[in-house]
């Protein structure tokens, strides 16, 4: 099969799809791998490292979508880059489609076959092309939420580890999944008071049992996050329902609740966000305020950290990608159960039910 990487174009995205170990396994299964000028660059990944394993480096992005049967890429297709994809092509990255119908709309169009990273699904329900890239924004979330809080960039001007004799900062974690879990980690590792909260008691027992004494498991209910918000700091908002948008947990009203300065950091943002102000951002302008809270919802978090991160993805996605190729991806979506969870769009029609829900459109059974 004829591969084709692209270079990443969403603001300040430096991702790549593949490292060159992965055009080396696909090129020793006789595939033809087609890799953009400097798509790996921003992950110190070279055009000649790919050149020395056998891809074809192009100019342009153009010239990679016209030579490729399947494209493997990182984020969704932004606006410039609908018209590149065909009828003809496989497109495998995460395109979060509930949280965009411009993308659904112009990916129906496109007649292609859409296989969405993060509805792949295991069969205990995990989502393993999901996981690396939340355990990165998990564990980045408390960085950036503790930077954040300083006061010359408008906040509380809390340490979040305290000092002897000045109490931690406190610190309210939203979802105790992969996300939520990391952040808890992560905070509790930097001497925070750390509260999680998740409506899955599974999640909450686990947590309890695993994490030290200063992480405190709560109940998810609106009663208990507008207790807490008073005064905790830092939130970090990690809960999803998979597939489609996330439930607003904070609402607009409970920022007046909140102390000056407080710091909210949606990670679910991706999904439409778990706080009703949220709105997405850039890592050029990561943060904006309303009512004195600091809200810090970057969509593609760990494409700060491009080296981590195209090394954490890569390493999960590669097994798919190899029996994509190897396969085509009907008979390879047929064999594999997990794999076929990630088809949400094909041949001009929705065949992943949550992503019509959030449009409340029909969905076109397979
Ligand atoms: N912004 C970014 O760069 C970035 C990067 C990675 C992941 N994400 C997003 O982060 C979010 C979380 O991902 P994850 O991998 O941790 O998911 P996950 O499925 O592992 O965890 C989500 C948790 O939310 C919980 N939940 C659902 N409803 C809840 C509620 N009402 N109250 C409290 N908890 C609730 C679930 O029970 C689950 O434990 C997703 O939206 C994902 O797309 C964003």
């Known amino acids: 099969m004829k591969i084709g990487v692209p270079k990443e174009i969403k603001n300040n995205e430096s991702r790549v799809g593949m490292t060159p170990a992965g055009v080396y396994e696909l090129i020793k299964n006789n595939h033809t791998v087609y890799v953009q000028k400097d798509a790996g660059f921003g992950s110190g990944f070279f055009d000649e490292d790919y050149k020395e394993v056998g891809a074809i480096v192009l100019d342009t992005i153009e010239d990679v979508y016209d030579a490729a049967e399947m494209i493997v890429k990182v984020k969704e297709p932004i606006a410039e880059e609908y018209p590149l994809i065909k009828s003809h092509h496989v497109v495998f990255t995460y395109f979060h489609f509930a949280s965009s119908e411009p993308l659904t709309k112009a990916m129906l169009k496109s007649k292609a076959v859409c296989i969405a990273y993060e509805t792949v699904e295991d069969e205990d329900g995990s989502l393993p092309l999901l996981t ?125 609740e909140m102390r000056p300065g407080t710091v909210l950091v949606d990670v679910a943002v991706d999904q439409g966000g778990c706080i009703e102000t949220s709105k997405p951002t850039t890592h050029e302008n990561p943060t904006y305020i309303i009512d004195d809270v600091v809200h810090y919802c970057v969509a593609n978090m760990p494409g700060a950290v491009p080296y981590t991160s195209t090394l954490a993805l890569t390493n999960v996605t590669l097994p798919y990608v190899l029996r994509l190729a190897n396969q085509g991806w009907e008979v390879a979506c047929a064999k ?31």
């Open 336 to 366: 594999d159960a997990s794999l076929r969870k990630g088809l949400n769009i094909v041949k001009g029609k929705i065949v992943y039910e949550e992503i019509a829900e959030a449009f409340n459109w029909t969905v076109d059974a397979m």
């Open 132 to 256: 690396p890239m939340s355990e990165v924004a998990g564990r980045m979330a408390i960085q950036q939420g503790a930077k954040y809080l300083e006061k010359p960039i408008k906040g509380r001007g809390v340490l979040l580890g305290g000092v002897p004799g000045v109490p931690p900062g406190k610190v309210l974690v939203l979802g105790a999944g992969v996300v939520g879990i990391q952040a808890a980690k992560m905070a509790a590792g930097l001497g925070a008071h750390v509260t999680i909260m998740d409506i899955n008691m599974k999640q909450l027992r686990y947590v309890n049992d695993v994490m030290p004494s200063h992480v405190v498991t709560e109940f998810s209910s609106e009663y208990n996050i507008r207790k807490r918000i008073k005064d905790h700091d830092l939130i970090i908002g990690g809960v999803l329902l998979k597939g489609a948008k996330a439930p607003k947990l904070i609402s607009k009203d409970m920022l007046k």
